[in-house]
């Protein structure tokens, strides 16, 4: 009897081990809860973005509802944000909007339908949600860009031996990020009295656009010395069309972002140096912030900038390095 009695708490106490408490259930009004999360356009970034966003998602049993435009522009995105707000089910919602001044307008319609809303990598107006002209998002998670295309520029100069002619390669006007990593850059240029900015071209944000633009610069300055790629596709453009021209080592590339290309580039020595993003950051802390709101948090941080990890041939392979390169 005893015996039985001692298998019967046994088997208990081990089913018990298993029921969800408090602590490890997600809580009860979260699993109620969907979240939208719209990116800029399909690439390796936003595919390492929604990575974090799933993980938080899934860990406060938050249904997340994704859509990432085929293009960057505000008239692929701007239709997608209504018809994620005529669902008429979205608790929150957090993007990444396309331009800073054409995203506005479609945002306000969002918050104005009830929808509170955050900005992931980009912003609207000048990002200063607090004292800008556009206050109503509920923060800004992303890179401190100025300073990304200052550390970029430096090290393009470093690469180059502080003398010589760069080139830009920038994607869309009036992007938020891709617009301050210029700024940063040529900020840090002005400090070398013996580097020349040759000129920055736009490529839509498509590859092989930046790749003609930057055969073309080859050809009209046969002595230029680096380039500076702003994003995936502008750095992915630029690297081809050093290889292409058998320049590779020879010009001096630097990439902004670390997708697997990148850090292909990085190791054949067509690129010498990347600086990686933390995307996965922004999509885990966006969820959260979401939680957060809808659970009263009134402290949400205006702004939350991320970091970066920078990557060069003599580090990519470690560990603590090598976890910033984003998703395929
Ligand atoms: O560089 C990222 C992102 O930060 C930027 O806003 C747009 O381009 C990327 O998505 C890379 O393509």
Redesign the pocket.
Known sequence: MAKRILYLLLALSTILLFVPTSSTMAPAHAANYKFGFLA??Q?P??FTMQRGAELAAKELGIELITQIPDN?NVTVQTPMLDAMVARGDLNFLFL?PTDKDGMVAPLQKAVDAGIPILTV??YIGNGDYVNGPVKFPLSYI??D?VQGGEIACNGLADAIGKKGKVYIQN?IPN????DQRQQGCEEALKQYPDITLVGTDYNN?DPAVAQSQTQAVLQREPDLAGIFG????SAQGAGQAVVNAGLSGKVKVVA??ATQLAIEQLKAKVVDLVIA?KPFDMGYLAVEMGMAYLDGVTSIPKRIPTGYAIITRDNVDQPDIARFIYTK
């Open positions: 800029g356009v690439d970034f936003y960057w990444a990598d980009t992303g890179s860009n994607t992007v938020s990020t891709t944000d702003t994003n995936v596709y902004f972002d993003q």
